[in-house]
């Protein structure tokens, strides 16, 4: 099929490579042209894990091309994504004027039947406004579908492959819906039709049941911490009933971060005060959030007692393994608060610097683990990177002026790393 997606970001690039990997004929349109440079060059935007290689596949087989221009692509396209970004308002609210300016883009340039779909996490209506907007500028026949990513940062290209789910949502045509149904075939997972309404819905649902899930088991870690239970089992426990699920988001620690669940839950919060309807459990799902990381902060200022002047090296910036996506990430409310205490913050992450000195720019970065540690006072994990689990910890202790390890993700043996001389904190343990 000839494809257009608007938009390279995680989702629209994402989107884009993996549907001409399929065999797809794809065009990636985005404004900012240093990035379709990048891209032409067969060179990825975005750090994920194996999409730099699908680039440059897919550019040699001529099967995925980027561009500035919108215009030349829909003249042959039967099907347009829409995977722009909606970043907050402030409010709480999904801003949508990058969705808007593609609707309205693609009204002026449509001059044939085609299949808009919105990729983006959008309000529910958004679809019914998406429409509209076209439908002020082309008054010809199109369809409007919504189809909402499901896409972890960090292991995207195996859930595009891999799905659980595809879901599909459509008011009217369901010709359209099973025109993009086919797309998704070769996957072979259930695909979900439903309307335009529900289909949007799935998507903040999900999103808000899994952030849910981690605001849940966090404070069941606080709870652990008083009553002298270890999280981690109580979590194994609970994934082994299969009600719950082994790949249920059961994983204590600092609070979620990243570009999604943050601005999701509370859009969520707002679509259901615009509803007219409270939904207390996702406002304290918020605040439990917030909260995680105060608590963490609190706990290496009662351990370690005066920070200013103290050195503490801080392992991992990204929100979370595997990505170097910084936005929302708990590290930067951390490494803020112990720098504003007076300390002074050595930082290491493999992926993540570059972004990190952006936001961050007093802060001392290093290219190896161990270079954060050397006379350090405490040793504070943030993201739950492989390459730290696996660290020779009586070496890092060995070069530390005091053995404290702050461990956010529970990514040690507390009762191995105790052995290594170090006094050990974790979350819920
Ligand atoms: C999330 C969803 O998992 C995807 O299904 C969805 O498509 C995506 O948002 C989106 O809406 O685009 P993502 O934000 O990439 O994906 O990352 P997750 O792996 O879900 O992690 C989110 C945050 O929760 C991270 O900060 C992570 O460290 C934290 N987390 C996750 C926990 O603290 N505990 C857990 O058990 C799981």
Not at 10 to 38: P, S
Not at 203 to 212: D, G, I, M, Q, V
Not at 288 to 310: A, C, H, P, S, Y
Request: aromatic share 8%; hydrophobic share 40%; charged share 30%.
């Amino acid at each position: 099929m000839k494809i257009v997606v608007i938009g390279t970001g995680y989702v629209g690039l994402v989107q884009g490579v993996c549907l001409a990997e399929l065999g797809n004929e794809v065009a990636c349109v985005d404004l900012d042209e240093a990035k379709i440079t990048k891209l032409k060059n067969g060179e990825s935007p975005i750090y994920e894990p194996g999409i730099e290689e699908l680039i440059k596949k897919n550019l040699k087989q001529e099967r995925i091309f980027f561009d500035t221009s919108l215009k030349k692509h829909l003249k042959n396209a039967e099907i347009v994504f829409i995977a722009v970004g909606t970043p907050s308002d402030g409010k709480g609210k999904a801003d949508l004027k990058y969705v808007t300016a593609a609707a309205e883009d693609i009204g002026k340039n449509l001059n044939h039947y085609a299949i808009i779909v919105n990729k983006s996490t959008v309000p529910i209506g958004t679809g019914e406004m998406v429409k509209n907007t076209i439908k002020k500028y082309y008054k010809e026949d199109f369809d409007v579908v919504s189809n909402p990513e499901f896409l972890k940062e960090g292991a995207a290209l195996d859930d595009f492959f891999h799905p659980d789910r595809v879901v599909i949502g459509v008011n009217g045509s369901k010709k359209a819906a099973e025109r993009i149904a086919e797309l998704y075939k070769v996957l072979n997972c259930p695909i979900v039709v439903t309307n335009l309404e529900t289909a949007e819905m799935i998507k903040y649902a999900s999103n808000s049941y899994l952030a849910t899930q981690i605001s849940f088991i966090n404070s069941i870690a606080n709870i652990c911490e008083k009553v002298g239970a270890d999280v981690t089992d109580v979590s194994r426990g609970m994934k082994l009933d299969k009600r719950i699920g082994e790949r249920a988001f059961l994983n204590a620690g600092i609070g979620y971060g990243g570009s999604c669940f943050p601005k999701d839950v509370s859009a969520m919060v707002e679509i259901a005060k615009e509803s007219k309807e409270n939904f207390r459990i996702l406002e304290e799902v918020e605040a439990t959030n917030k909260e995680q990381r105060q608590k963490f902060i609190k706990k290496i200022v009662d351990n370690l007692g005066k920070i200013q002047g103290k050195r503490i090296a801080v392992w991992g910036i990204a929100f979370k393994a595997k990505t170097d996506d910084i936005r929302e990430a708990p590290a930067i409310t951390i490494i803020e608060s112990l720098q504003n205490l007076g300390a002074e913050v050595l930082a290491y992450d493999p992926v993540a610097e570059e972004n990190a000195r952006r936001v961050m720019p007093d802060v001392i970065y290093v290219s190896r683990p161990q270079d954060a540690c050397k006379k350090a006072d405490a040793l504070v994990i943030v993201t739950d990177w492989d390459e730290f689990k696996q660290v020779d910890l009586k070496a890092i202790a060995s070069l530390m002026k005091n053995k404290y390890i702050f461990d956010g993700r529970n990514i040690y043996d507390s009762d191995e790393v105790k052995k290594t001389g170090f006094k050990y904190y974790g979350i819920g343990r």
